[in-house]
């Protein structure tokens, strides 16, 4: 049956050093690069067919380094559908088509968008608007930071996309590997799983972990918890 992989990026930059990030493009930390590999690891024997990505560097740099040890051997293509790259990147041979595994981008699955919050330190940003209202911005379902997305607004683009880009895929019986964030990919669980608003929110998703589904006659099944 077709396998649904869900993978938050490894530890980035700025994960490291506590600053909120949100749609800044850092990339991985050392450490970072070191989970990407662990998961690699636990999916290496899995059959990948399709990749998804968020648009930014902490994610595909995540896909990237969990294709190049995997067993498969297939090269990960990044497809992109507009412009110069789309013009001028396309490929003429069949047989390495065949030994290629497509690559989506899509922003649907970036990161929350964290507004005025993005590059503060963390605990700085306690001290100075207090525990309590952090708290409310970082994990309230319908509460935003100022001028950024609060998970509902999150969860508004990414669960369309899963609907029309990804679902599709596992119907034609593929298997789907999705390198993203905490928030798009709780915002997706909560399809998966049928969580609650207030489930979503304590859903803790660590990084480089991956979240493995079977999907079957229309609905998904958690596989046993990897490590």
Same mark, same amino acid.
């Given at each position: 049956m077709p396998t649904l992989i869900l993978?938050?990026?490894?530890?980035?930059?700025?994960?490291k050093n506590n600053l909120f990030t949100g749609w800044v493009d850092v990339p991985l930390s050392e450490?970072?690069?070191?989970?990407?590999?662990?998961?690699?690891?636990?999916?290496?024997?899995?059959p990948i067919d399709v990749i998804f990505s968020s648009t930014l560097n902490r994610g595909? #740099? +995540? &896909?990237?380094?969990?294709m190049a040890h995997h067993k498969q051997g297939k090269t990960p293509v990044i497809i992109h559908e507009r412009g110069k790259l789309h013009d001028w990147?396309?490929?003429?041979?069949?047989?390495a088509k065949e030994n290629m595994v497509p690559v989506f981008l899509s922003d649907d699955l970036n990161e929350r968008m964290y507004g005025d919050l993005q590059g503060l330190n963390k605990e700085e940003t306690r001290q100075q608007f207090g525990a309590d209202q952090v708290q409310i911005w970082r994990?309230?379902?319908?509460?935003?930071?100022?001028?950024?997305?609060?998970?509902? #607004? +999150? &969860?508004k683009r990414a669960i369309p996309y899963f609907q029309k880009k990804i679902l599709p895929q596992l119907k034609e019986g593929k298997n789907v590997f999705v390198a993203a964030h905490g928030n798009?990919?709780?915002?997706?669980?909560?399809?998966?799983?049928?969580?609650?608003?207030?489930?979503?929110?304590?859903l803790e998703l660590a990084t480089g972990k991956p979240i493995i589904y079977d999907y079957k006659n229309g609905s998904f099944t958690k596989q046993s918890t990897h490590s």
């Open positions: 993978l938050r990026h490894g530890e980035s930059m700025w994960n450490k970072g690069i070191q989970e990407s590999l662990k998961a690699a690891e636990i999916i290496k024997a899995l595909i #740099m +995540t &896909a990237m380094l969990v990147g396309a490929i003429h041979s069949e047989k994990r309230s379902y319908s509460v935003s930071p100022p001028h950024g997305e609060s998970l509902e #607004m +999150t &969860a798009s990919l709780r915002s997706i669980m909560k399809l998966l799983d049928n969580l609650s608003d207030d489930e979503v929110v304590h």
